[in-house]
């Protein structure tokens, strides 16, 4: 039987994380993860955060912490975070754990020996003022490239192209802000990426099912040939090199992060290593079917440079099977942005709304395709339209009705016919294409036929009117209830992936447990008599309340949600 892991992006340690990484890797991983536990399958999801590089070393200095202390005081507020949104990772680590720093370390030796590492003199900027050589996240300019005038000096956050320090234009410190730089000369390792493009690009071709933003992604970066890479930094705060005179250095950032997928793994089994084989899931796992999720930023380390470093090791690791990426969700204008302190933040947004609201309304407007844009008017939209006009009030006006006519239980009486045939038919197809769409990673086609199912519960009601029905025929009234709150159930199922929560309220009030069991599976028919006459039940409290035009006019102002 077929394993699941499931790996999100490592968010990066510097900050809240906003809604972009949140639907770029996170909440996605995180659908997929909690609708296959649901089918019964074996899953382990893993993420940590990702602590070490220069993000992290400016963040603390700016607190005014130690870069552990920040670290450490950080980890919980993401963690916490993350346990607000129902994001149900099996661990979630630190790429600062001893067992990073040991697997980084194995896999750099072994690098090394196979010769895939070499040590080079490299010319690096250094800041006279701040006395120091600046790693390539301490330098700050304007990227040839795009002429974005804030790019820092490994990557340009607007066009997405790598750079070194020195290639920027203008550069300063991002430390200082100075300009009195010169460029000096310093000892690295190198990756010896252009030793391995024909390795890494037989891999890539095994994999014509990946989506076309990650497959071209990858192939564009091949074609354009692939460049060795440095892989040490002239930094204290990182996993060390232990290497005779490499006593100074320690591996970047994008060497290490990737190899906490595995170290945490590792923190997850050494908990509990009577019960809990990491290694199984890692080496030689050959019933693993391995998923991660990212956004398009990430892809090319996840495609090139992470299966380059295992590639390279000559060791049977578990490479990814299927690599999911999104492209950027923006807001007003620009890009979310952590260093920019733009858009919504996690904290922000689970303070405004429950944390299902956000969940259904990023997943419904996911960033597959091309880049999106958030707007409080489009979020607005899509919870009053889809989930408390849709969802919410079939929920509720049903359960009150039954009530007040029935009684708190499901009603006797009556039978079924044709209609609610035609019903187990059309769900099965909805259910079939909801299936397929989960199983891949389709997350916007998935959401659209989670909403059309929500619709037909509308429809189905509208047509078998048990309010009116009632007034002539009871026992009629009293069939259409029973499927009527059947569907309940199967929403409250079929939902979960998306909308635990809620999810669960639906179940409690229902009196069941479906938490993690009873995905709906074979004919429809059946699933829409699960519940029996007798089967009591209580009403919720209205699931999703309506947003209103002064809501969305405040947060405006808040948030500078205006073009």
């Known amino acids: 039987m077929t394993r699941h892991l499931i790996t999100s992006a ?23 993860a909690r609708y296959l536990r649901a089918r019964g399958e074996d899953v382990l999801f893993i993420c940590a955060t990702d602590e070490h590089g220069t993000p992290a070393e400016l963040a603390a200095r700016e607190a005014g912490l130690e ?46 020996e196979n010769g895939f590492i070499d040590e080079r003199i490299t010319r690096q900027i250094y800041s006279i003022d701040d006395d120091r050589f600046l790693p390539d996240r301490y330098v700050e300019g304007t990227c040839p490239h795009c002429d974005y005038d804030k790019a820092r000096g490994d990557q340009c956050e607007n066009c997405t192209r790598l750079l070194d320090p020195t290639d920027l234009l203008n550069p ?123 956004a398009k930023d990430n892809v090319p380390f996840h495609t090139v440079t992470f299966p380059g470093t295992q590639l390279a090791s000559r060791e049977p690791w578990k490479m990814v099977d299927y ?28 303070e405004i709304m429950p944390s299902d609201y956000w969940r259904y309304y990023l997943l419904a407007n996911a960033p597959e395709t091309s880049d999106a844009s958030f707007t409080w008017d489009g979020f607005a939209g899509t919870v009053n339209k889809d989930l408390a006009d849709t969802l919410g009030n079939f929920v509720n006006r049903t359960l009150k009705f039954c009530s007040s006519k ?59 009117a048990p309010w009116t ?21 199967i929403f409250a199922v079929l939902s979960a992936p998306a ?26 028919a059946e699933a829409l008599n699960i519940l029996q006459a007798g089967h009591e039940f209580e009403i919720p409290d209205v699931l999703f309340r309506k947003i209103t035009d002064d809501e969305v006019g405040e947060w405006e102002l808040r948030f500078g949600g205006k073009e």
């Open 406 to 464: 029935f009684g708190n239980a499901l009603p006797s009486g009556g039978e079924t016919g044709e209609r609610e045939q035609l019903l187990a038919k059309a769900l099965n197809e909805r259910l079939e294409n909801y299936n397929t769409h989960m199983d891949d990673l389709q997350v916007r086609k998935a959401m659209q036929e989670l909403r059309a199912i929500w619709v037909m519960g509308n429809e189905y009601l509208t047509e078998v």
């Open 499 to 524: 909308i635990p929560a809620t999810s669960a309220k639906i179940s409690e009030a229902l009196g069941l447990d479906l938490a993690s069991k009873d995905w709906i599976e074979g004919d429809c």
């Open 10 to 32: 490592l968010p990066y340690i510097n900050g809240v994380k906003h809604l972009g990484n949140l639907i770029g890797s996170m909440l996605p991983s995180d659908l997929h």
């Open 172 to 294: 300063r410190s991002a430390v200082s802000g100075s300009t009195n730089l010169e460029v000096r000369e310093s000892r690295h390792l190198f990756l010896l990426q252009s030793k391995l493009s024909d390795e890494i690009r037989t891999w890539v071709n095994k994999h014509p099912e990946w989506p076309v933003l990650v497959s071209s992604i990858a192939l564009k970066w091949l074609d354009e040939g692939l460049h060795d890479r440095g892989i040490t930094r002239d930094l204290k705060w990182g996993v060390p090199v232990d290497m005779l005179g490499m006593e100074d250095k320690v591996y970047y950032v994008w060497f290490d992060a990737p190899i906490e997928y595995i170290a945490a793994t590792k923190e997850w089994a050494d908990e509990d290593p009577a019960n809990r084989d990491w290694k199984s899931w890692w080496y030689e796992a050959d019933d693993v079917r391995y998923v991660q999720v990212m």
């Open 469 to 489: 029905v009632f007034k002539t025929d009871p026992d009629a009234a009293a069939a259409s209830l029973r499927i009527a709150i059947n569907l309940i159930r």
């Open 67 to 112: 870069v552990s202390q920040f670290c450490t005081e950080q980890h919980k507020v993401q963690a916490d975070l993350g346990a607000a949104f129902d994001l149900s990772f099996d661990y979630f680590g630190r790429s600062s754990s001893q067992q990073n720093k040991e697997l980084t370390q194995h896999f750099g030796k072994k690098l090394l």
């Open 323 to 350: 690599i999911k990426g999104f492209n950027w969700l923006n807001y007003y204008g620009g890009k979310f942005s952590t260093s920019q302190k733009r858009g919504i933040f996690m904290s922000d947004a689970v």
